[in-house]
């Protein structure tokens, strides 16, 4: 009898052949500016936590201490035992800090989009969605049964041509998904015309804040707040994740939407909600970014620094406009070369590569962090500077 799971091997070994294989990092510390990293002492600079929440007093604090009052778990899924006080308390937050009417929080940013998505539009509806969206509104998009049209991307006069069509096919509903930062290339959508034409051809806006929530707008509000649109956005997705320091996803929006989102996706009703030790953490990590507005302003100084000084080395950051600044190099070996140089003079920057983007523009994605010293951006700078030299990039 053939063995039927000899696939798990032949596949694996189909994508160690083409070096598209995961190999796994082993952090023996906390996610934080200065690490150990397989046994080594790294300076972080491809960690989401923009603000090093991660390692805020407050932060771990809160956890401690939700432990000691609600317990390591909470039980059960939010509909049945598992909604505790803190989780309605945290939503409120949310949709405070947000500065619209309600929240609701998922399991993870992946989970919120998945479990969303599909239910917001179905047969006889379209989604008009950026080709470089996140994998998990593409997940989400392949759970329904809308039609779908995918524009350039962030390219509103295609993104406009898109709801001609859809406005003369007369569907019944439209729902236009975005990224807000896009996160291999650092650059935003434009969420302000996409706003405008949303409002022009009655589309709903469903816009990912990834990456944009404790970076960009008043005090780290997100994309939004950056554009001058709060509260014309339908749904702001989020992700406790990045520059929150912790995990967990949320939507925020109208009360409305918080009551369709909570009956409706899969993905919120029938997995357990967060443990009080998450939910606390993700509290006080908005308390911090509503109270020490100190993060956000050393996040944007130690990112114009870096960009600043990278592109005078004569590196190719490309059209980065945020804390994400990619050093486009061109062919994956090359970046993975460097990935490694980096990693022996004690610089934690990884290769991003075909297929996550495309084969001539590899590189390596820095991503800032406020907890970084000026001491530790000229270090990682010189050995950008010696490494880039050595492999003949600049
Ligand atoms: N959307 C975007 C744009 C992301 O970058 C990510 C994280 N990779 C997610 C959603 C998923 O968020 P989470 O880590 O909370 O699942």
């Not at 339908?234 to 406790?240: P, Q, R, V």
Request: glycine share 10%; hydrophobic share 40%; charged share 25%.
């Amino acid at each position: 009898m053939a063995n039927p799971t000899a696939f798990l091997r032949e596949e694996y070994e189909k994508l160690v052949e083409g070096s598209l294989d995961w190999k796994l990092w082993v952090l023996e510390g906390p996610s934080a500016p200065h690490t150990v990293v397989n046994g080594r002492e790294m300076i972080m600079l491809c960690s989401n936590n923009y603000l090093n929440l991660t390692n805020h007093p407050k932060v771990k604090e809160a956890a401690k201490r939700a432990i000691d009052r609600y317990g390591a778990g909470s039980g059960s899924v939010r509909p049945i035992a598992g909604n505790m006080e803190i989780h309605e308390e945290l939503e409120l937050r949310i949709a405070r800090f947000k500065r619209c009417e309600a929240a609701l929080v998922y399991s993870a940013g992946f989970t919120a989009n998945e479990g969303l998505i599909p239910q917001l539009v179905d047969k006889g509806d379209v989604i008009i969605s950026d080709e470089l969206n996140h994998g998990s509104i593409i997940d989400g998009v392949r759970l329904t049964k809308a039609d779908r049209m995918i524009y350039g991307h962030s390219d509103a006069g295609e993104l406009e041509k898109a709801l001609k069509e859809a406005r003369k096919a007369e569907y019944r509903r439209i729902l236009i998904t975005t990224d807000g930062v896009f996160s291999m290339d650092g650059d935003l959508a434009p969420v302000d015309e996409i706003v405008e034409l949303a409002e022009e051809y009655g589309a709903i806006t469903y816009v990912d804040d990834a990456h944009g929530e404790g970076v960009l707008g008043d005090g780290g509000r997100g994309i939004a707040s950056h554009f001058g649109v709060e509260g014309r956005v339908d749904i702001e997705m989020g992700t406790f994740s990045k520059a929150f320091g912790v995990m967990g996803g949320y939507v925020a929006g109208s009360l409305d939407l918080r009551l369709f989102a909570l009956n409706k996706s899969r993905s919120w009703l029938l997995s357990a909600s967060h443990s009080p030790a998450v939910t606390a953490a993700c509290v006080a990590a908005i308390e911090v970014l509503e109270t020490e507005p100190q993060w956000v302003r050393k996040l944007w100084e130690n990112t114009n620094y870096f960009k600043q000084e990278l592109k005078s080395l004569g590196f190719d950051t490309g059209i980065s406009v945020t804390p994400i600044t990619p050093v486009i190099v061109g062919e994956s070996s090359v970046a993975k070369r460097l990935s490694e140089r980096l990693f022996g003079m004690g610089i934690f920057a990884l290769p991003i590569v075909f297929p996550m983007v495309a084969r001539d523009k590899a590189r390596i994605r820095t991503i800032m962090s406020a907890g970084l010293t000026r001491e530790d951006l000229d270090t990682s700078l010189e050995a950008f500077e010696k490494a880039g030299r050595e492999l003949k990039i600049i």
